[in-house]
């Protein structure tokens, strides 16, 4: 797992997202999948391989708190403030290797969760194998 720069990556939003203002994003990349903060399009990454993508949707669908040591998972509230406004955060996603967290409200979560019953986070590896 590694934290990267955007690099033009093939960005996604959950369709459930408000047209994706305010979402967790993913895109494939050659390294696996790669997930931001749109609130924070220039903030951290966090990179995933095959596993640990499966992992994380695994642990996120149980909607409380993980820790497989890729990815912890915590559901504490935290203000947080993107471009001036504060917003009530819920949702955090932490890299334990390289210290970096993603960091997402109560609606982000919600439609990033609806996205992965939907089945529809499952990306075929010829998407990530076209990145490279």
């Given amino acids: 797992m590694t934290t990267q720069p955007d690099h ?3 960005w996604r939003t959950s369709r459930y997202s408000n047209g994706g203002d305010n979402c967790v994003q ?5 390294h696996g999948i790669v997930l931001r903060d749109s609130k924070d ?13 499966t ?6 669908l149980t909607e409380g ?6 990815v912890r998972i915590s559901t504490e509230q935290r203000w947080r403030t993107y471009g001036g406004v504060p917003k009530l955060t ?4 932490h890299c334990p290797t390289t210290g970096d967290s993603l960091h997402f409200t109560a609606g982000e979560r919600d439609a990033f969760l609806r996205e992965a019953r939907d089945g529809d986070l499952h990306l075929d590896t010829d998407q990530v194998l076209a990145t490279r």
């Fill in 8 to 10: 033009g990556l093939p």
């Fill in 26 to 30: 993913w895109a494939p990349s050659p």
């Fill in 41 to 53: 399009p220039d903030g951290p990454t966090i990179t995933l391989d095959r596993d640990q993508w």
């Fill in 55 to 60: 992992q994380l949707l695994a642990d996120a």
């Fill in 65 to 70: 708190c993980a820790d497989t040591g890729a």
């Fill in 90 to 93: 819920v949702w955090h996603l």
